[in-house]
């Protein structure tokens, strides 16, 4: 099992959805959680970043995470065609670990 | 501000050879990471440094990759007798000294043959 699970997808959506993506940690050590955006031969962008339990919310994007069930969550309010693009859920303490990443397709 | 950059962006290597990749991180960042991204196994840290010191990911790929700090802003990742199972988009990602945010550069797509 990997430390951090995550479903690749894809996600198709319209546009002006709420998008939710998904990850599992099963590292009771991990501090901190992280979302990054990436586009097709591009590196990851740092989208959230959190280090407690709750939400976090920045424009259109929350992130979510829930320490007691391990489930990181990120919400897309109104996505966007230029959202498409493949999110990386990462965790750790000291490095990242990050999940395989969903590919998320936004149709206008 | 300037992000972090890599250099190449591509490369093809012929099996057995050793490369190098470098990556210039961001103006006052201490910590420096490599990542190696494949489509079957996701990204994987490699190897990391904070200021001069290097920390190897135990269990990873083995001796045939180091990584060199010879600049406090620059690192360069070397693979010594390249293998086909290599060929895999390096990533270089940088952070300020206590701060777990890690800032990514475009990434080397190395291809073996």
């Known amino acids: 099992q990997k430390e951090v699970e995550q479903d690749p997808g894809p996600l198709s959506v319209p546009e002006g959805a709420i998008v939710s993506l998904n990850c599992t940690y099963s590292?009771?050590?991990?501090?901190?959680f992280m979302w990054y955006r990436q586009y097709s031969r591009k590196g990851p962008e740092l989208l959230m970043y959190?280090?407690?339990?709750g939400n976090k919310e920045d424009g259109r994007f929350t992130a979510q995470v829930d320490k007691s069930s391990k489930y990181i969550s990120l919400f897309i309010r109104d996505s966007q065609p230029s959202d498409s693009a493949t999110y990386l859920c990462?965790?750790?303490?000291?490095?990242?670990?990050f999940g395989k990443g969903t590919m998320l397709l936004v149709s206008p | 501000g300037a992000g972090v950059s890599q250099s190449p962006r591509y490369k093809v290597a012929k099996r057995g050879r050793d490369v190098a990749l470098r990556c210039d991180s961001i103006?006052?960042?201490?910590?420096l990471y490599w990542y190696r991204q494949t489509l079957g196994q996701g990204s994987e840290v490699l190897t990391y440094?904070?200021?001069?010191?290097?920390?190897?990911k135990s269990g990873r790929p083995s001796g045939r990759f180091s990584a060199e700090r010879p600049e406090r802003s620059v690192s360069t990742l070397k693979i010594q007798r390249t293998e086909q199972g290599d060929s895999a988009v390096y990533l270089c990602?940088?952070?300020?000294?206590?701060?777990?945010?890690?800032?990514f550069g475009p990434g080397t797509r190395l291809t073996v043959t």
């Open positions: 440094s904070q200021s001069d010191a290097q920390r190897d």
């Open positions: 990462a965790s750790g303490y000291s490095t990242l670990t």
């Open positions: 590292n009771s050590a991990f501090q901190y």
């Open positions: 959190t280090y407690s339990s």
């Open positions: 990602a940088s952070s300020f000294d206590g701060h777990y945010e890690q800032y």
């Open positions: 103006s006052g960042h201490v910590t």
